[in-house]
């Protein structure tokens, strides 16, 4: 359960490097909203590094940090997604992908040199992102009486929220978005007037 509605996240792409034994890891962090997402701007940066030995890479989605997945991409196992993913984590990031991509240098790191490595780049993209916070915005459809529609749009004029109509198709539909500490005084102020059938779609 949230006890608050914000999170921290970043505002752009960014990068960051790291060197050990002429090994080389560069560090990638994205600003994503989906896993799919993700996945397609990991297809990206294998394309841009086709000569990379490994592409490792974790991501947490989520305001409540709910989602979060890594890859150690051929590395041993918890040496590169759970470094990168620690370093996400001890920013307190979410709704963020870290790929890390790494040309091998000829030496071999061992265990703790790789998760070091791995850490180190990510932490590095991050340390030269922006960091942004974000509240977090619920969306709902509301279908309306005609009689009513003054008293909705009373409602968002009053408590400054967006409400826009479905389209021309539906007439008393219409869609609100709120942020997510004020969205059950919205929907009891809605109920108030007679307004009930609402429902949730999404979070943004």
Known sequence: MLFTDTYLTILEKQIGEYKDKGSKFIGVAYPIKTEEE?????????????????????????????????????????????????ALLQKDLTYVMVIVVRYFGGKLLGVSGLINAYFEASATSLSNSVIIEKQVIEQYQVVVDFLLHNQLYKIGKNNNIKIYPKGILSPNSFIFEVRKMKSLDIIKQLNDVGINEIKFLNTL
């Open 38 to 86: 993700g996945k397609e701007i990991l297809k990206q940066i294998k394309k841009e590094h086709p000569q990379a030995n490994h592409h490792c890479w974790a991501m947490i989605l989520g305001a409540g940090k709910e989602f979060q997945k890594s890859s150690d991409d051929r590395e041993p196992a918890n040496t590169a997604g759970k470094p990168i993913l620690r």
